[in-house]
Nanobody, 114 residues
Framework: QVQLVESGGGLVQAGGSLRLSCAAS????????MGWYRQAPGKHRELVAS???????NYADSVKGRFTISRDNANNTMYLQMNSLKPEERAVYYC????????WGQGTQVTVSS
């Protein structure tokens, strides 16, 4: 089975930046559209950004202009650069493919103080 490992989260002040990383077993990054998801307290998991194997990106309206998704297919690694973070973006961030596997990694916690 695929294993997904997220890292890079932490505590930042509003307006700060973080760079999240996602590592996966096998070669799913080379053959699938991949995405970053997040789940805030009391809310459903939502798709934040996605990237095709060819590099085409899409973003949720709320993060356009501030977040950048990228991938390294050869190393099965994906990144999410998050700038100008807002307190409401406190959440656990996950990586997965589109459509998602029903098995998720542990996620990485992002906390934004106001």
């Amino acid at each position: 089975q695929v294993q997904l490992v997220e890292s890079g989260g932490g505590l930042v002040q509003a307006g700060g930046s973080l760079r999240l990383s996602c590592a996966a077993s096998l070669n799913i990054f080379s053959i699938n559209t991949m995405g970053w998801y997040r789940q805030a307290p009391g809310k459903h998991r939502e798709l934040v950004a996605s990237i095709t194997r060819g590099g085409t990106t899409n973003y949720a309206d709320s993060v356009k202009g501030r977040f950048t998704i990228s991938r390294d297919n050869a190393n099965n690694t994906m990144y999410l650069q998050m700038n100008s973070l807002k307190p409401e973006e406190r959440a656990v961030y996950y990586c997965n493919k589109l459509p998602w596997y029903n098995t998720w990694g542990q996620g990485t916690q992002v906390t934004v103080s106001s």
